[in-house]
């Protein structure tokens, strides 16, 4: 083995010991860590990006706890996009953070890839996020006072990436995102569709595996947020991501290739087929599981209306 070569193994299991990432020496070692435990052995079927079991959250700042989920369970795929629909108030904010470690659950395990999100610190969740996850916020959040490049480029700037590099990224992100003429601008004096723009570029400028965007056409008028949508879905195949995105909007949660509906703490798949006129959505669990194993009830949902919350 060369040095050179020796350096990059090396440089890779120090990086995956700061995301939390399982090694094994053998498949024995591998088995017996496993343990017959079937959400271990999620970690290592190669097609599954995310899986999450029996995840329950409470929040205890009232006087009686708010249970928010108990024994949720989910898998997806690489290359899903899944649609979250829901109440508000439902928690599907809450389950986008659990998911990219941004904060911890009451009970229960999530794996991306093969990286177990409840034993990282919290040094290494961040190394996580900044390593696998492009996170699209509702309010975008971007910096204000700082150019549309310098936004696009602050997740690379914040790995210490040397700046002509993470220029030169962000840059050529905001090409992709139609922004080219806009890259010098301050975020603020952006329109809401171009801010957007920024933070689908800033999500995508690590080259992430896995895109949570959280109402990412929420505040947009219906023209814009199909302009935004139509652009996610094609970073979505360009950069081989695989997506779960909330939204509130039916006619896009119908493009996505598959829908779950967050009700009463558990995830229900819905099938959303036909016009948006052929009326309200029935609430018609049947048995069927979603995936093998995973219990996610299937629901019927008809039409696109987006009266969900
Ligand atoms: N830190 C917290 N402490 C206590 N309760 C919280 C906390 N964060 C969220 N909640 C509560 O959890 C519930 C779910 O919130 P969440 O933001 O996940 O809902 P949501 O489905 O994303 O709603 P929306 O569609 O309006 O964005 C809400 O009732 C909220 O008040
Ligand atoms: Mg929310």
Redesign the pocket.
Known sequence: MSSESSTDVDHLASTNEAVGVVQFSSLEDRDAHMDGNSSRRAEFDDSILLHVENLRKE?R??SQP?V?FDALNLTVRRSEMVAIV??????????LHLLAALDRPSAGDVYCASTWLGKLTPGQAATFRNREIGYVW?LHYLLPEFTALENAAMPLLARDQPRSAAFAKAQELLCEVGLEARMHHLAGELSGGEQQRVSLARALVTQPSLLLA??PTGNLDNRTADAVFGLLERLHATHRLTSIL?T?NMEIAKRCGRTLR?HEGRLHEVRLHGSSSEGAFPQVPTASSATPGHPIVRTEFPGGNAGT?
């Open positions: 929040y700042s009232g708010l928010l829901g109440e508000s108030g439902s928690g599907k904010s809450t389950l509702q959280d109402e909330v509130h967050l919350a």
